[in-house]
Structure formats: structure tokens, C-alpha cells
């Protein structure tokens, strides 16, 4: 107060208290989400950010991938605004990991997320020269940790619908997309839809007091109705209320060192693991495919068009072990555009989207 005049402000959320949970070395930490007072339960309490008058991170037992429940948000009702929706863990105790390079201290956790539009946005220049092509849609899975002492959050390579376009480390960003299938209606996982992301938190070996933040960014109704998309090799403008993504899920989040985390991580890649498209976007003739076969078999490498033509097909028998290839090698390529990359193994089927310039 200053003499008689006062004032009086009111700040919402201003101070979250988190609870203090210990990780030890042996057990890890494991999240499903089956607890029905998730997020505040009996033994732990993850802080939920505000929800923005939007749709926000809601638990479901409708879908998961370990267990019977999971947590999903979606962005088709949002604004242009890109207001961040937000979760995080309790305040952790890392002081029983240790740094090494064997064998680093790792986050993996499930997602599964699908297309509800099936249109490429194209970019022009002033020109009217083609100078990037992107799913229409714009959802981002961001994750950041904070240790003890930090003012600033750690991002790692994000998720994205359009990898590669905005944040950092742009070329080991990782499409959002799981699947090829394009769902017009609400987006309910089969168990081969999903997948799993694992990023290393090594800086958090030790610490007393780390936090680990998951936070979703969409955009639902565009400042502009009218969108340039590749139609099959045309440029075409189409009217789109909404350019707002389907449910996204999580499931299954998981930190200890990378030997504990694949131990207990149920695969459900059974014989292919770790498809990587690089760089993404990319030229055809400088794009490169890589893949682990775990035990050998025969492997299809197949190229469709977001309009699910087929593109090319190529059949190979793969030793196991690590396998990378030109995407020259395998496909021609007729145009730029937006493409989706499959490979069929013997009871399992990857896939990832690229941008060919």
C-alpha cells in the first residue's frame, strides 16, 4: 500500500509444489497411467498445466500400450495461438545413477498419433517456387528436463508433424506420425499403431531434483481458411476450417539406463526396430534409409503417395544387424512432395513420412 491506496493482484498457478519421489537404479521409473486419480495419487503427484480453455491431457482407458489406460489430447477445436499444454513428473531423486557412456540414462515412453486430414501444405517463395512441403496438420510432442539448480528447461529433439521446421536440434527431430492410415473420425490405436521414443537424459545421472516435462503445442483453426496442398504432383487450394490433428497418446513412460528400459520394454516391432529417414526433409539423391533387422528375413520396402498410390516396391532379404541405403537405390521418385516409406517384415511393419524438396 501506498497511504490509502492499495492494490490487490491475483495470480493463478503461480506456485506449483511437486511431490519428491526416489528412482533407484535398480527399479527405474515406470508411468501407465492405471491409476484412476492420476494425476494425484497415493504414492506420487505429476503437476497438469493449465488447460487454456482448450482440450487438455485427459486420461482414457479406451486405448494404451501397456496396461489399460493412457493419456491423450487433441487439437482440432484449438486456435492459431499455439498455447503449450502441459504435464510433468514429481520432483525425482537420480542420486543412485551414474553417468556413463555404456550405458546412459534414457526416457522412453510410447506414442501413438494419426493423420484426421490427408492433405501436404506446400510453401511458395515470392516467386511461386515450390520451397517446402509438410503435413497440413501442426502438432509437436516437446520434451525438457530440469535438474537441481537450473533456471532454464533442456528441450530434446521433439516430435513433430512437420520434423525439422522450428525448435532445436531440427535433424534428429522424428515424425509424430505412427501409422500411414488417415482416420476422418476419432483415433482409437490398434496395438501395432503404436511406438516407441527414447531420448537420453544422461545430465540427469546424480541429480537430487530433476524434472522431466512433456508438453503438446497444436494449432486447430488456422489464421487463414484457404491452403495450398500437393495433390498428387498439382497445386491446389482447398478450404479447411480446421487444420487440427487427431487424438495423440502416450503410454508407457519409462527412465533408467538403456539396458533396464529394453529389458522391461515389451517390443512391439518384433523383427524391425529403429527405422530413421535422414536428413528429413531431403533432395531424393541425398536421402538415406536405415533400419535394424533383428534376426534375418525377408523385408519389403514399399513408397506411397499421401493419396495412397503406389510408388515403388522393393523386396530384399536382410541379414540381422544394421542396414542403410540410398533412397535412390530402392525408389524413382517422380516429383517433390510429401511420401510415406514402409517397410513390411515378417510379422511387423514400420513406417515414416519424408519430404522429398
Not at 312 to 320: D, N, P, R
Not at 321 to 341: A, C, Q, T
Amino acid at each position: 500500500c501506498n497511504g490509502d491506496f492499495c492494490r490487490e493482484t491475483v495470480l493463478e498457478n503461480y506456485i506449483t509444489i511437486l511431490s519428491q519421489m526416489n528412482v533407484s537404479a535398480e527399479d527405474g521409473l515406470s508411468q501407465s497411467f492405471e491409476t484412476s486419480t492420476f494425476p494425484n495419487m497415493d504414492s506420487e503427484i505429476w503437476w497438469v498445466g493449465d488447460a487454456h480453455e482448450e482440450q487438455h491431457w485427459q486420461r482414457t482407458d479406451m486405448a494404451s500400450s501397456d496396461g489399460g489406460s493412457s493419456f491423450k489430447i487433441k487439437s482440432q477445436n484449438y486456435g492459431y495461438e499455439r498455447r503449450a499444454h502441459e504435464f510433468s513428473t514429481p520432483e525425482l531423486n537420480m542420486s543412485e545413477f551414474t553417468t556413463t557412456g555404456s550405458d546412459p540414462l534414457m526416457l522412453c515412453f510410447d506414442v501413438a498419433y494419426a493423420k484426421r486430414l490427408p492433405y501436404t501444405a506446400v510453401e511458395q517463395d515470392d516467386d511461386g517456387f515450390v520451397t517446402d512441403t509438410y503435413s497440413i496438420h501442426h502438432d509437436e510432442l516437446i520434451v525438457s528436463y530440469k535438474g537441481c539448480g537450473d533456471a532454464q528447461w533442456t528441450e530434446r529433439p521433439r516430435l513433430s508433424t512437420r520434423p525439422g521446421t522450428s525448435g532445436l536440434f531440427l535433424s534428429q527431430q522424428e515424425s509424430l506420425f505412427t501409422t500411414d492410415k488417415v482416420y476422418f473420425n476419432s483415433f482409437t490405436p490398434a496395438p501395432t499403431d503404436w511406438k516407441q521414443f527414447c531420448v537420453t537424459i544422461q545430465q540427469l545421472a546424480g541429480d537430487e531434483e530433476a524434472i522431466i516435462k512433456f508438453e503438446f503445442v497444436g494449432t486447430g483453426e488456422d489464421q487463414y481458411s484457404m491452403h495450398l496442398v500437393d495433390a498428387d504432383g498439382f497445386l491446389e487450394y482447398i478450404t479447411a476450417s480446421t487444420i487440427g490433428g487427431n487424438w495423440l497418446y502416450l503410454d508407457n513412460i519409462l527412465i533408467g539406463n538403456s539396458s533396464a528400459i529394453q529389458n522391461e520394454s515389451a517390443s512391439r516391432n518384433v523383427n524391425l526396430e529403429n527405422l530413421i529417414v535422414s536428413p528429413n526433409p531431403s533432395f531424393s539423391n541425398e536421402a538415406s534409409i536405415s533400419i535394424d533387422v533383428i534376426e534375418e528375413s525377408e523385408v519389403v520396402f514399399s513408397l506411397t503417395n499421401f493419396l495412397g498410390i503406389n510408388v515403388g516396391s522393393k523386396k530384399l532379404v536382410l541379414s540381422s544387424g544394421y542396414h542403410e541405403f540410398l533412397l535412390d537405390e530402392l525408389f524413382n521418385i517422380p516429383n517433390k512432395g510429401s511420401y510415406i516409406i514402409g517397410v513390411q517384415g515378417l510379422e511387423s511393419r514400420l513406417s515414416e513420412i519424408i519430404i522429398i524438396k
